[in-house]
């Protein structure tokens, strides 16, 4: 199972939006409505932002969402804060029953 | 609190064998699927193994088939993942991860902080 392709850098300003996007195959992210968004910061475990596309979990920012498109999905920050730098991985369940995560993004806060 | 403590990381040559476990508190540990994720130093997240919560099903990465093995005991609230045939390229921080819920296509909402496993002659 490949990864998931991901941009490897993204930036943007304070206050600003930003789209991260995750483009697999009609076998993982375009045929199951099980994608997941991750943060992580340096050292520290990945933190669930979004599942099933567009659910945030509780105490999870209203400034992240998820969404899908075909065989990519993305996540949108809005209002760019400055504890938004960090990594962030999409993640999708595949037709084999398996998991597959992206290549990670790394978000720059400018 | 949930809480996930992985232990037994360490340098193994290759070729050997190490165990980790993950010890799970603050919630029914056998009501939860669970999976492990490794992170090779400076790189990107990957799937390792699931099961579910009462062991009846199983699934790993093509990348470990064959030499690992995914354990739990809910009676202990532990979750195991036995490594053999140990590559350098499995060197790794190895996470275990609690599902969501059941059947959540993998969506992890709490995960330990890491062992690190270091395959090295």
């Known amino acids: 199972q490949s990864a998931l392709t991901q941009p490897a850098s993204v930036s943007g300003s304070p206050g600003q939006s930003i789209t991260i996007s995750c483009t697999g195959t009609?076998?993982?992210?375009?045929?199951?409505?099980?994608v997941s968004w991750y943060q992580q910061h340096p050292g520290k475990a990945p933190k669930l932002m979004i599942y099933d596309v567009s659910n945030r979990p509780s105490g999870v920012s209203n400034r992240f969402s998820g969404s899908k498109s075909g065989n990519t999905a993305s996540l949108t920050i809005s209002g760019l804060q400055a504890e938004d730098e960090a990594d962030y991985y999409c993640?999708?369940?595949?037709?084999?029953?398996?998991?597959?995560f992206g290549t990670g993004t790394k978000v720059t806060v400018l | 609190e949930v809480q996930l403590v992985e232990s037994g990381g360490g340098l193994v040559q290759p070729g050997g064998s190490l165990r980790l476990s993950c010890a799970a508190s603050g919630f029914t540990f056998s009501s939860y699927s669970m999976n492990w994720v490794r992170q090779a130093p400076g790189k990107g997240l990957e799937w390792v193994s699931y099961?579910?919560?009462?062991?009846?099903?199983?699934y790993y990465a093509d990348s470990v088939k064959g030499r690992f093995t995914i354990s739990r005991d809910n009676a202990k609230n532990s979750l195991y993942l036995q490594m053999n045939s140990l590559r350098a390229e499995d060197t790794a921080v190895y996470y275990c991860?609690?599902?969501?819920?059941?059947?959540?296509?993998?969506?992890?909402?709490?995960w330990g902080q890491g062992t690190l496993v270091t395959v090295s002659s």
């Open positions: 993640s999708s369940y595949t037709s084999s029953s398996t998991g597959v």
């Open positions: 099961i579910s919560s009462s062991s009846s099903t199983i």
């Open positions: 009609s076998s993982d992210v375009g045929g199951y409505n099980y």
């Open positions: 991860a609690r599902e969501l819920y059941d059947s959540s296509g993998y969506s992890n909402d709490y």
